[in-house]
């Protein structure tokens, strides 16, 4: 009920019930907490209704729950809710890479249909983004950027990472933690 009233609301509420509790409340005064409880269950049908057409457009339009949120949103839900560990291992993803529409996972050398094009253009100072399978994610993403930058020698421009949602500090924590 608190959820749904303004502290205002709130308090009054509370007050009120207190009133009809040790039966001194005036019925101008029990009329008043009746509107307080109807306004609130207002609120909270119109709430459920709202989530009741959220859910069905979600489920109408196929909307996937990575389009609706971020994978540190999704991971945290999952450790609040005890489907994965509460203890948020600092681990990031290998890099992957889509091209010509196959998947491509950089763990240790990355196959040369990719590697060849993929470094060509980080070289030549374009963008790598229609690369990078999961552009969505930061972390993955400041993490690709580190290793294409010590493998190539080359910088990113400050302009695709900012195409990427990635800060150069990212990228130098990144860099700072790949393996030797």
């Not at 749904?4 to 207190?18: A, G, I, V």
């Not at 060509?120 to 963008?127: L, N, P, Q």
């Amino acid at each position: 009920m608190a959820k749904l009233l303004t502290d205002s609301e709130f308090q009054r509420f509370s007050e009120l019930q207190q009133k009809q509790a040790s039966f001194t409340i005036t019925s101008e005064e029990a009329d008043e907490l009746r509107d307080i409880v109807a306004r609130a269950q207002q609120k909270r049908d119109d709430r459920a209704a709202a989530m009741q057409a959220m859910e069905a457009y979600i489920q109408q339009f196929d909307i996937s729950p990575d389009e609706l949120f971020s994978p540190e949103q999704i991971g945290e839900a999952a450790r609040t809710y005890g489907l994965i560990p509460a203890a948020k291992k600092e681990r990031v993803l290998p890099p992957s890479f889509t091209y010509n529409g196959k998947p491509y996972q950089w763990t240790r050398a990355l196959p040369d249909d990719i590697r060849v094009p993929l470094f060509d253009a980080f070289k030549a100072g374009e963008s790598v983004k229609d690369f990078i399978a999961t552009p969505k994610d930061a972390a993955r993403c400041a993490a690709t950027i580190a290793r294409l930058e010590r493998e190539t020698g080359a910088v990113y421009a400050q302009a695709w990472l900012e195409e990427l949602s990635v800060s150069r500090v990212q990228v130098d924590e990144a860099a700072g933690k790949l393996p030797a």
